[in-house]
């Protein structure tokens, strides 16, 4: 089914390791974006991209890394795991043309650092 | 700091009433977008009204936007018990921050049998 997978649903992380966030589309979106859900705080913005090759910041991105060197893949790294980082991320895709269109989220990863 | 704020925090009616939320933002946009989540589960789309739009509507839902005074309304009406979940506003920014879609920290509501 086309869509936004993130992988995987769940993670346990210990303080101080490094792990990677997958995320991958199917629908040929320009667009996609990380955001991080934590309780009373809505969806902040981690990082975003508008198309392969070109990736940017959003209000949160200390701690995490992104690249995209696919139109399908956006994966976010943690350089070094921390508490404040257990949360529920989101990816997101769009398509660029335009710019208005809805996102399509993934289900989320669910990361708790202990 | 987060773009948009939303009015009210939780909200709680009745089957077959209406339901309204409020959002409010501080740059200028794009477009602005209404999303809703369920319990545990990803956002879904359910609107989208471009900055030079008043009004738009998509079956039971009826958005309004006045940049002037850079605020928007999402009107649910005939709510139903499915209507259960938490809605968010975000907006798409203008000029270079063109690919930057910033939510604001959402309205839970609750939809009584």
């Known amino acids: 089914n086309a869509g936004v997978t993130q992988t995987p649903k769940f993670q346990v992380l210990k303080t101080g390791q490094s792990m990677t966030l997958q995320c991958a589309q199917d629908?040929?979106?320009?667009?996609m974006s990380w955001y991080r859900q934590d309780p009373g705080m809505g969806l902040r913005l981690i990082h975003y991209s508008v198309g392969a090759g070109i990736t940017d910041q959003g209000e949160v991105p200390n701690g995490y890394n992104v690249s995209r060197s696919t139109t399908e893949d956006f994966p976010l790294r943690l350089l070094s795991a921390a508490p404040s980082q257990t949360s529920v991320y989101f990816c997101?895709?769009?398509?660029?043309?335009?710019?208005?269109?809805?996102?399509?989220f993934g289900s989320g990863t669910r990361l708790t650092v202990v | 700091s987060q773009q948009g704020e939303e009015d009210p925090q939780a909200l709680s009616i009745q089957e077959g009433e209406n339901a309204t939320m409020n959002c409010s933002y501080k740059?200028?946009?794009?477009?602005l977008q209404w999303y809703r989540q369920n319990s545990g589960r990803g956002l879904v789309h359910l609107i989208l009204i471009r900055s030079n739009e008043r009004e738009k509507h998509s079956g039971r839902l009826r958005v309004t936007l006045d940049t002037s005074k850079k605020s928007s309304s999402l009107l649910i009406t005939a709510s139903r018990a499915a209507d259960t979940a938490s809605y968010f506003c975000?907006?798409?920014?203008?000029?270079?921050?063109?690919?930057?879609?910033?939510f604001g920290q959402g309205t839970i509501l609750t939809v009584h049998p």
């Open positions: 975000a907006t798409r920014a203008g000029g270079t921050s063109y690919g930057k879609l910033t």
């Open positions: 740059t200028s946009i794009n477009n």
């Open positions: 997101a895709s769009s398509p660029g043309q335009g710019r208005n269109y809805g996102y399509t």
């Open positions: 629908m040929n979106h320009e667009y």
